[in-house]
């Protein structure tokens, strides 16, 4: 959003259509973050709409400097989970379970021209697959949603070098089991990922 500070500043000041085009601009990135995280399409849009009522009563105590789609996802992922707990429906901890977590995080190409290798793409998209759902999250995160290592970190209750380091032996792990992988390729499906 090129004119963030204004609309957030006018946001905080309570006016409805900064809070609109809030809504408008992130609904879509929301949806699809939180996609990945339940399947229960309910449970989703209960807690975006909770997320933006939440926003807006606690307007004035929100921070100036925040970086809003951090901040955004973040408090969708507490929101999520905290909705499935209360309905009992994942394990304490607030992780979900294997056979859940299996089917999240999954990467999908849509879109893509007609120059592009679509046998690469298969094979990164398999190679992609191949890696826990943590670690699809992180790189969901990074290269999706382009957070920095310290909001990921945040996110996922772990410190930013270790989020670092998790990015760089993943991306290592690609390379080695994935002969034809490139940075370059693995950007080009991040930004053809499905988004729902």
Do not use: C
């Not at 809070?19 to 309910?42: C, M, P, Q, W």
């Not at 310290?150 to 390379?175: C, F, H, M, T, W």
């Not at 089991?177 to 950007?187: H, K, P, V, Y």
């Amino acid at each position: 959003m090129k004119d963030w500070r204004q609309t957030w500043l006018k946001f905080k000041g309570g006016d409805m259509d900064a809070f609109h085009r809030i809504y408008v601009a992130y609904f879509d990135k929301l949806y699809a973050y939180g996609s990945k995280l339940t399947n229960e399409h309910s449970v989703l849009e209960d807690s975006i709409q909770e997320l933006f009522l939440q926003l807006y009563t606690r307007r004035s105590h929100l921070r100036e400097d925040v970086n809003l789609e951090y901040y955004l996802l973040k408090s969708l992922k507490l929101t999520i989970y905290q909705r499935l707990r209360r309905k009992e429906r994942i394990i304490p901890s607030g992780l979900a379970n294997e056979d859940h977590e299996s089917s999240l995080f999954k990467f999908k190409i849509e879109n893509a021209d007609e120059q592009t290798d679509k046998e690469g793409n298969d094979e990164l998209l398999q190679a992609l697959s191949g890696l826990d759902p943590k670690q699809r999250e992180l790189l969901y995160l990074k290269f999706y949603n382009s957070l920095s290592y310290k909001e990921i970190g945040d996110i996922l209750g772990i410190n930013p070098d270790s989020a670092k380091k998790q990015v760089y032996r993943i991306i290592k792990k690609l390379k080695h089991n994935f002969r034809g992988f490139s940075i370059e390729l693995f950007l080009y499906v991040v930004q053809h990922v499905k988004k729902s």
